[in-house]
């Protein structure tokens, strides 16, 4: 039913399913490797409309697929009616299972209300965005093969791992001379061989590099010169995390599965700029089913890497389509 203020009012039904979709080729980064993405996906209905939404739990910040689904659970059965975002954030903290229901619910609204996401947010209709395509961490030789059979994709970004990155780096400018590069360390360089580092990204006209150093040690960011700007990863999540960066980074990565949802995704764009930060939008390794919210903070950002589904073997039905080098709206049968 709809109340006099508009809101609809009627409890969703919950439904939660895991999945395991095979990756071409395998992924690796510094902290491992998987040949799967394994996702959950949280689907919200209300008798006439259905929303979904979809979560990568990460082990890096304590999350295991069980406990995020029994967090999906236990929350969901709290929600009141579609309408419920706002509740949401105070029954979950921010991560991958706040983040798959808050996605189900802006899906399910603008689907009952016969609208769009990008209506309910009262912002513009979805433009395509050039995403990034990444190159995960291997060997120098490997690497450098790798950018240059996707040296089609306009922006590429290189997965680091600490040792043997200066080769890396070189190898891989070497083989895409005139390819734009940003990088991800993953908290995998020290800080005794930062500056080498650093200035083998330069060399190799890296625009950006994420997350160099363990987030417990990027204080000491302030006293290390960066030629090269730093863009936050781990070491920020939510609004709550931005004033510690001050001085240590110059972009921040927004990943829906770290705000907890595409609502603080959008409160932490805002708050991120007024900061004078500039902005990244991230993934993990998913669907186009968990792409196409962060399509929505993605629009203006001055990085986007929303390549998960372009590293998978094969995607969901309704997938976001490649074309252009951009990555184009997602279609209302997927999402939004």
């Known amino acids: 039913m709809v109340s006099e203020d508009g809101a609809i009012g009627r409890p969703p039904r919950l439904a939660v399913v895991t999945e395991r979709w095979p990756i071409a080729g395998g992924f690796s980064i510094s902290r491992g490797s998987k040949d799967f993405a394994e996702v959950a996906v949280a689907t919200l209905g209300d008798g006439s409309a259905i929303g979904r939404g979809e979560c990568v739990p990460y082990a890096r910040y304590g999350e295991t697929m069980e406990g995020v689904v029994s967090d999906i659970h236990r929350a969901g059965a709290q929600l009141t009616g579609i309408d419920d975002r706002a509740r949401l954030q105070d029954l979950l903290p921010p991560g991958a299972a706040r983040n798959a229901l808050d996605c189900a619910l802006w899906d399910l609204e603008a689907k009952r209300r016969g609208t769009t996401v990008p209506a309910l947010a009262g912002r513009p209709a979805l433009q395509a965005v050039e995403t990034a395509f990444t190159i995960s961490l291997d060997t120098p030789e490997a690497m450098a093969a790798k950018a240059k059979a996707a040296s089609d994709y ?157 590293l998978l073997a094969e995607d969901r039905p309704h997938s976001l389509a490649y074309r252009d080098g951009k990555l184009q709206p997602p279609a209302p049968a997927l999402w939004g």
């Open 154 to 310: 306009p922006l590429l970004k290189l997965k680091l791992g600490g040792d043997g990155d200066e080769a890396r780096l070189a190898a891989i400018r070497a083989a895409v001379p005139s390819a734009r590069l940003i990088a991800d360390a993953n908290e995998a360089w020290r800080p005794d061989h930062f500056e080498s580092l650093m200035g083998a990204a330069e060399a190799a006209k890296v625009e950006l590099i994420e997350q160099p150093l363990p987030a417990g040690d990027d204080a000491m960011l302030k006293d290390l010169p960066r030629p090269v700007p730093l863009c936050a990863d781990e070491s920020v999540h939510d609004r709550e995390g931005l004033a510690a960066l001050a001085g240590r980074y110059d972009a921040i990565n927004i990943k829906l599965d770290k705000t907890g949802g595409l609502t603080e995704a959008l409160e932490l764009l805002e708050a991120a700029r007024s900061h004078d930060l500039k902005i990244m939008v991230g993934c993990m390794v998913a669907t186009s089913l968990a792409m196409a919210p962060a399509m929505l903070v993605a629009q203006g950002a001055n990085w986007v890497d929303l390549d998960g589904p372009l």
